[in-house]
């Protein structure tokens, strides 16, 4: 592979980040390594869930939009953070290569030799199949540096950072992972939290990401992909990170309620329904679509508490209900719409 193909993307900071690379790399316009004169600088970690596979990046950063240019993930190939003075193309070209058969650390070591600026890049990688890679380079910001383990689940991660306060924060954040408990997201966000009791960034707080995908592709690559949420300049992003991360799961169980729905089992659905209502702290329009399947489905008097509270919440949402029917997403029958309007 040539020098050309590794740098396809060069690195600015305008450049997003995509969970699925292409096929083949595009040419880059010439070979000229562009260095930029502010560096991309954060702490993040880069893991592998040992019991689902699902793999995982999660970033914060005094810079803005930092998850437009440091997570990068594919599933069922691996996960990349690229930062300090970050270069995309370690996301980009890397996750190609470990799709192309080789290892996390095969990969890291392709393009660091390859790479001028190797020197204000720091990087982390993990491989599908538990391989992790990480690089510091001898130029980055004070205090920098990274450290990888393995849980006692078999989850192994790769925790980086540059521009620290202080000493330690790494460690913390790995720490952090392998005591953590829930979901993968759950375990990055968790890091990210510690990174920023120990110390974090020197210059405080601006944006943050999680992105975690599949451990096996479905086949279809959008479908793959389970979290992907971004803050790109808040005060306190990662308080904020942590309710889009709950509002992320109560949107999840709305989608369990629906799907309980279609199975028939509506006791199983109104309890996936109370959950997505407590996670969302009761956003009304969650309750009103589950209503409007409900009533779809037959169960119109289970329907009718629910579109009660969606109503009182917002009394937009009775408007929505009327114009429903139109089309066809709501019964027309004019007896069960009366009922519901009446709510």
């Not at 139109?326 to 069960?336: Q, W, Y």
């Amino acid at each position: 592979m040539t020098r050309t193909g590794l740098w396809a993307l060069a690195m600015i900071a305008t450049v997003g980040a995509c969970t699925a690379a292409p096929k083949t790399i595009e040419p880059a316009m010439n070979d000229q390594l562009i260095i930029p004169f502010r560096p991309v600088s954060t702490f993040s970690i880069v893991a592998r869930d040992g019991e689902t596979g699902q793999l995982g990046v999660a970033v914060q950063s005094h810079w803005f939009s930092v998850g437009s240019i440091v997570p990068w993930a594919e599933s069922g190939v691996g996960a990349v953070a690229t930062q300090s003075m970050a270069n995309p193309a370690y996301g980009h070209d890397g996750i190609e290569l470990m799709r192309n058969g080789r290892t996390a650390q095969q990969t890291l070591d392709a393009l660091i030799s390859i790479d001028d600026g190797a020197a204000v890049r720091q990087v982390g990688m993990v491989d599908a199949q538990s391989n992790v890679a990480s690089f510091t380079g001898e130029r980055c910001i004070a205090v920098a540096g990274h450290v990888s383990g393995k849980a006692k689940d078999d989850s192994v991660y790769t925790c980086q950072a540059n521009i620290m306060a202080n000493d330690g924060v790494p460690q913390a954040m790995a720490k952090a992972f392998e005591n953590g408990s829930g979901d993968l997201a759950e375990r990055l966000m968790d890091a990210l939290d510690a990174a920023q009791k120990a110390g974090g960034d020197l210059r405080g707080m601006q944006s943050a990401a999680i992105l975690v995908v599949r451990g096996e592709p479905s086949g279809v690559s959008y479908r793959d992909v389970l979290v992907d949420l971004r803050v790109e300049d808040h005060e306190r992003p990662l308080e904020e990170m942590r309710r889009l991360l709950k509002l992320h799961s109560a949107y999840e169980y709305a989608d369990l309620a629906d799907a309980a729905m279609t199975e028939g089992n509506f006791d199983e659905a109104l309890r996936h329904q109370k959950e997505a209502e407590r996670l969302s702290d009761g956003k009304p329009e969650l309750a009103f679509w589950t209503a409007v399947s409900m009533v779809n489905l037959g169960e119109v008097d289970k329907a009718m508490p629910i579109f009660r509270k969606a109503f009182r919440g917002d009394s937009n949402l009775r408007e929505l209900a009327r114009r429903l029917p139109e089309v066809k997403l709501l019964t027309d029958d004019p007896d069960i719409l009366a009922r519901i309007l009446a709510q």
